[in-house]
């Protein structure tokens, strides 16, 4: 018996769920996939929750497809279902809460350390050009050097700027695809270093996920 299903939007072949799939099936919980642009659902009032994953477009664009989007993201905000937005997903997310995505001075690649309101440190993958500007009234918890917004929840929505989703068979897959542009060429290479990050990114994932999706178990 599943114990709740999950929309997903999904924007590049080289960019799927990563370690949310292996939570997902811990739980038992369903995830529903959408591949934007060609497939996106007319509604999302069936399911109990959203993830949004990155994709490499950006915002500025706004092709009919990501319109369309952000609209069912208003909706999953409407109707205060929980919400996990990711990178790209984030910046559509933020643009929904009154916010902005700007450009960066120069990207953020690699593996990089953010930091949270109480001084904790975790080193992420990132991969990204535009940043979020947001409101005064949504909390920022936390970010980086270079991005002051890495990490943002408004009542009950999280936006992430990095990928804690990326264990080492989604990076596989981003250098498989993106070959020399991919900026974890060197990162693959076992390590014990390596393995703590991934080890910490994975425990802080599924700290959100169980947070944020706070699904019924069956009776």
């Known amino acids: 018996m599943s114990h709740g299903t999950l929309a997903v939007f999904q924007h590049h072949p080289a960019e799927g769920v990563g370690r949310i799939g292996l939570w997902a099936q811990h739980h038992n919980i369903k995830l529903v996939c959408f591949y934007a642009p060609d497939d996106l659902p007319k509604s999302l009032v069936d399911y109990d929750g959203l993830i949004v994953l990155g994709g490499p477009m950006n915002v500025a664009d706004n092709p009919a497809w990501m319109q369309t989007e952000v609209k069912l993201i208003q909706q999953a905000l ?3 279902r929980p919400i996990l937005a990711i990178c790209l997903g984030a910046q559509l997310l933020a643009t929904q809460l009154g916010g902005q995505v700007i450009e960066m001075p120069a990207p953020e690649l690699g593996w990089q350390d953010i930091r949270f309101n109480d001084a904790s440190v975790l ?7 535009q940043a ?17 917004v890495q990490m943002y929840r408004h009542q009950q ?6 990928h804690p989703e990326w264990d080492n068979k989604q990076i596989a897959k981003l250098l498989e695809y993106f070959a020399d542009e991919c ?3 060197n990162d693959l290479q076992p390590n014990t270093l390596h393995n703590e990050q991934q080890t910490q990114l994975e425990q802080f994932l599924f700290t959100i996920l169980e947070q944020q999706f706070k699904l019924d178990e069956p009776c």
Do not use: D
Not at 132 to 148: E, N, R, T, V
Not at 157 to 162: H, K, P, S, T
């Open 78 to 80: 409407t109707l205060r």
């Open 123 to 129: 080193t992420v993958p990132q991969w990204h050009e």
């Open 132 to 148: 979020i500007a947001l409101p005064q009234h949504i909390a920022i918890l936390a970010a980086s050097a270079q991005c002051p």
């Open 157 to 162: 929505a999280i936006g992430l700027q990095f």
């Open 183 to 185: 900026p974890f060429s």
